[in-house]
């Protein structure tokens, strides 16, 4: 009994210590964002460049998961695996991703007739190139949990993609051009630091590839390109669907609208921010924490839930005032924010579920509740934004990407007999869902309203927040943090 608890508690701990780490890196990437979207207000000179620079990234991220053939998830999965050889796994990786690009390359000529294609098309290719190697130089150093190297590297690229999207936007006026440079600049960086830190040339083998290894790894991957499509449908086709449903509407032009929708994201990037932050832990405790997996998975997802919850509540009662950081004529994306939120709490949710397929290598399954929600989403887009005009984007988000979490809910109860406690799940939801509605409606006092419903969200969850805190204040604060947790805990006992 007492190696169980020490078992238990040291892969709390292993858990928590990871997402400290992952943390530091992601935090300053993640406050880039934070910081950029306000600064590319101010940075272009109209709405509707924002606009065409968001349409230009989705494109890139449309063609991503076709270029690396969804090779980053089982750089992870089977670079996590003992028995693997880990120059095969990263071999197999980068010759998947340039042969990919190759096929991509010979399909230039027919990808200039598509919008846009023929004035940004080449950077756009380059910005799928540096992104899927850049993805599997970090996957592959997670895999090795060279987690501090991966903590640096985070700090590098952001400060790096800061400077040149200054450069490029501020001094050059390149707009979306610099914005597309700027990004793919910073992702270089990235590799070559990686590359030379990580000696990962090393890991390059060319002679005797194992090609049931490779066979094994695509089998997996695969089925991610329609599951990765799926989430991009999700996220991004309310860019594409508010582009063209909405020219002309109250005189903006479609691009202007897209633009509006994208400066929404602002906020709800905080939520995947904390979601990302934990996953990147996460997927290693997932993997190599075999013992008792169902209760640990249980735990943590509560857990896990509660903070979302809390944080999402914060962000919808606080957007109106925080989203006067943008440039006055951006202002009116708050109305995007409330459903958006919970758009990114149900997304950081399906995240968390997409663990239980990895861990059964079940990547069909990931496919199938995917692709059920790219297509709800996709009829409640046009319905939507047809009856309640661009705001009815987010409606479909958020509706698509909570059928994604109950599919995937119920597989993971079904797989490794994992609760998520729906009634719990339900109420939180509900009282987002009626703070979004009051203060959409600007209802009287709709501050005061939405505040306390947030309290009340807040004490709703304390238990659940109190147990990430009970594991994070020692890692962060040391004896001190001890110490506030023996007093928290002996104060809760006494009531």
């Known amino acids: 009994m007492e190696s ?17 780490i992952f ?49 980053s998830n089982a750089i992870i999965r089977f670079g996590l695996d003992k028995g693997n050889s880990e120059k095969q796994v990263f071999t197999n990786g980068l010759l998947t991703i340039l042969g990919g690009f190759g096929i991509l390359v010979l399909c230039w000529p027919a990808a200039q007739f598509l919008p846009d294609m023929a004035q940004y ?27 501090k190297l991966v903590a640096v590297d985070g700090v590098l690229c952001t ?8 450069l490029y936007l501020v001094g050059f006026k390149w707009g979306a051009n ?3 440079l700027a990004i793919i600049s910073g992702d270089f960086v990235s590799v070559l630091f990686l590359m030379f830190t990580g000696k990962l040339w090393d890991f390059i083998e060319l002679k005797g590839i194992n090609k049931t290894l490779w066979k094994q790894m695509l089998h997996f991957s695969l089925p991610m390109i329609p599951a990765q499509i799926s989430f991009w449908i999700i996220n991004a086709s309310d860019l594409f669907f508010v582009r063209e449903m909405c020219d002309g509407l109250d005189g903006h032009s479609g691009d202007a609208w897209s633009g509006l929708l994208s400066t929404g994201y602002f906020l709800p ?22 013992e008792g997996r169902a209760k640990f998975f249980t735990q943590i997802f509560r857990t896990y839930s509660s903070v979302l919850f809390c944080c999402a509540a914060g962000i919808i009662w606080l957007c109106r005032p925080v989203m006067h950081v943008m440039k006055s004529n951006y202002y009116y994306a708050w109305h995007f924010v409330p459903f958006l939120v919970l758009a990114s709490t149900c997304s950081c949710f399906n995240q968390f579920m997409n663990s239980v397929y990895v ?35 987010t409606y479909a988000s958020f509706l698509g990407l909570g059928l994604v979490f109950t599919l995937r809910a119920m597989d993971a109860h079904g797989m490794i007999g994992m609760h998520v406690h729906p009634g719990r799940v339900l109420v939180n939801a509900a009282a987002l869902v009626f703070e979004a509605f009051v203060l959409l409606a600007e209802t009287p006092l709709y501050g005061l309203w ?46």
Do not use: H
């Open 4 to 20: 169980e608890k020490t078992s238990g508690g040291d892969k709390y701990s292993k858990l928590a210590g990871n997402t400290i």
């Open 23 to 71: 943390a530091i890196s992601s935090f300053s990437s993640k406050l880039l964002t934070l910081i950029v979207q306000p600064f590319l207000t101010y940075a272009m000179a109209e709405i509707s460049d924002l606009g065409l620079s968001k349409i230009l990234s989705q494109y890139a991220n449309l063609l991503i998961p076709f270029v690396s053939m969804g090779m």
């Open 178 to 180: 610099g914005y597309l």
């Open 359 to 393: 861990v059964n290598k079940k990547s069909q399954r990931s496919m199938v509740t995917m692709m059920a929600g790219a297509i709800s989403n996709c009829l409640m887009n046009y319905f939507f934004i047809k009856w309640w005009g661009p705001v009815g984007a």
């Open 269 to 290: 990037t905080i939520l995947t921010t904390l979601g990302l932050i934990f996953y990147d832990a996460w997927q290693l405790s997932a993997v190599t924490e075999e």
């Open 450 to 495: 939405t505040g306390i419903i947030t309290a009340l969200i807040i004490l709703y969850n304390f238990s659940g927040v109190w147990a990430m805190a009970r594991i994070l204040l020692p890692k962060i604060l040391g004896r001190r943090g001890k110490a506030l947790v023996a007093v928290v805990d002996g104060w809760a006992a006494k009531k």
């Open 121 to 147: 098309g080449l950077l756009i290719y380059i910005y799928v190139l540096m992104s899927c190697l850049r993805t599997l130089c970090t996957q592959f150093v997670r895999s090795r949990q060279w987690n």
């Open 159 to 166: 400060v790096a993609t800061m400077a040149f999207y200054v």
